[in-house]
């Protein structure tokens, strides 16, 4: 069975931190890559940033450049965005999700599994 299980969100004070994890397993677990987004109400999911499990390359969306990092465990299973100096806009569900090649990263339609999604909310 392919499984994402996404934690690490709650309620956070503008400027604060918080750090989501996302742990593979099953198919999911030999994906090239695993990406993060994030969905607020009303509005399209939205590419975060992309790792990729062998090589470690990391994209980062404008958006976010600067203050989230996304890494991965030394297992390779489990991947992490450290997300600090967050802003109200950055409260959305965050999703992660894995992809079995290159390409168009911020490309909802290019992966092939999802996770439940953790919710992150910044008050102001």
């Known amino acids: 069975q392919v499984q994402l299980v996404e934690s690490g969100g709650g309620l956070v004070q503008a400027g604060g931190s918080l750090r989501l994890s996302c742990a593979a397993s099953?198919?999911?677990?030999?994906?090239?890559?695993i990406s993060w987004f994030r969905q607020a109400p009303g509005k399209e999911r939205e590419f975060v940033a992309a790792?990729?499990?062998?090589?470690?390359?990391?994209y980062v969306a404008d958006s976010v450049q600067g203050r989230f990092t996304i890494s991965r465990g030394n297992a390779k299973n489990t991947v992490y965005l450290q997300m600090n100096s967050l802003k109200p806009e950055d409260t959305a569900v965050y999703y992660c999700?894995?992809?079995?090649?290159?390409?168009?990263?911020?490309?909802?339609?290019?992966?092939?599994?999802w996770g439940q999604g953790t919710q992150v909310t910044v008050s102001s």
């Open positions: 999700a894995a992809r079995y090649s290159s390409g168009n990263y911020p490309a909802v339609y290019e992966y092939a599994y």
């Open positions: 099953g198919r999911a677990f030999n994906s090239y890559a």
């Open positions: 790792i990729t499990l062998s090589g470690g390359s990391t």
